[in-house]
């Protein structure tokens, strides 16, 4: 079963993303920055029924995810705790394999509200607290890294709660664009590690190394990373260093790039799992439970089921 998750590290010769292809990747670079949007209104697709979608909504998902890496869903508000129609949405883009996380649902499917329980409540997703720049599943092991991921709002906080995400493929360029060997520090199969989880003498989870960044067998860019600095060991040369604090930078500025959003009731992200943050929320009304939202991990990557499926 871990044989048909894995995917390759080891750059295929031919693609964009393999630090030594310089003229493809800067074709591809050109088409990037030209197709990327303006707003995050460019990334919206209002849905009428999420169980069977028009071709149209179809193709304006595929379109956005292109362009940036993601898209907004918006369900009629009654569908927002539809959890079912969550899972029928994403199989209408070849999301299928669900990661069972620790946290998850029996269904496979999380639901990211507060939780005052100690175990579960350890996890800052869990919480009300800001949450840093990441990709989801970035403690996995190399063969069960997540490529896909939805996020749909049943009720969102009182007061904050705001996503902002990055397309990785535009960190990609950042980092390549100010040096070609921060990209290969990056891709090195040691250059993150994230130390061993363990609760009450009980190893919930081992150390996990990886590359940052890594090129699928399809020759589709992944990337895995967090900016937290606690819990975080990169690899200790000169080059690992300077790409991280480089890429920090990135979430520090002003972006074009970067697209904040507060999700609404019945509002989703459907991602291949682009970079993103939170900032910390309050409640209203001292209601503590009150922010909900589903949460689906796949190993699968958005695709087009009717081209590429
Ligand atoms: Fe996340």
Redesign the pocket.
């Given at each position: 079963m871990m044989a048909s998750l894995a995917s390759s590290v080891t750059p295929p010769v031919l693609s964009p993303f393999h630090p030594d292809c310089d003229e493809l990747y800067r074709a591809w670079r050109r088409r990037k920055l030209a197709a990327c949007p303006g707003s995050l209104d460019e990334l919206m697709v209002p849905v009428t029924d999420g169980y069977a979608l028009t071709a149209a909504e179809r193709g304006a998902i595929l379109r956005a995810v292109g362009r940036a890496g993601l898209a907004i869903y918006q369900l009629p508000r009654h569908s927002a705790g539809d959890k079912l129609l969550l899972r029928q949405l994403g199989r209408q883009f070849g999301l299928e394999r669900l990661d069972n996380n620790l946290c998850a649902d029996d269904d496979g499917i999380t639901s990211l509200h507060v939780v005052e329980t100690r175990q579960v409540g350890e996890y800052i997703?869990y919480t009300n607290k800001r949450?840093n720049w990441?990709t989801?599943g970035y403690y996995n092991s190399t063969e069960r890294q997540i490529r896909g991921v939805i996020l749909q709002c049943v009720q969102p906080a009182g007061s904050g709660g705001e996503n902002a995400f990055l397309d990785h493929e535009i960190a990609y360029i950042h980092l390549r664009d100010e040096n070609p060997d921060f990209i290969r520090a990056l891709m090195a199969p040691d250059a993150m590690t994230i130390p061993e989880n363990v609760q009450n003498d009980v190893q919930l989870r081992p150390a996990q190394s990886g590359p940052v960044f890594s090129i699928d067998g399809a020759g589709h860019l992944h990337m895995r990373y967090s900016a937290r600095g606690r819990n975080i060991i990169w690899k200790d040369d000169a080059d690992t260093r300077a790409a991280a604090d480089c890429l920090l930078n990135l979430f520090q500025q002003d972006s074009a790039y970067i697209f904040r959003h507060r999700l609404a009731a019945g509002e989703g992200v459907i991602s291949n799992n682009a970079l993103?943050c939170r900032t910390a929320f309050s409640h209203g009304n001292g209601d503590a439970q009150s922010r909900l939202l589903y949460r689906a991990r796949y190993f699968d990557r958005i695709v087009d089921i009717e081209k590429d499926g």
């Open positions: 997703p949450l990441h989801d993103h």
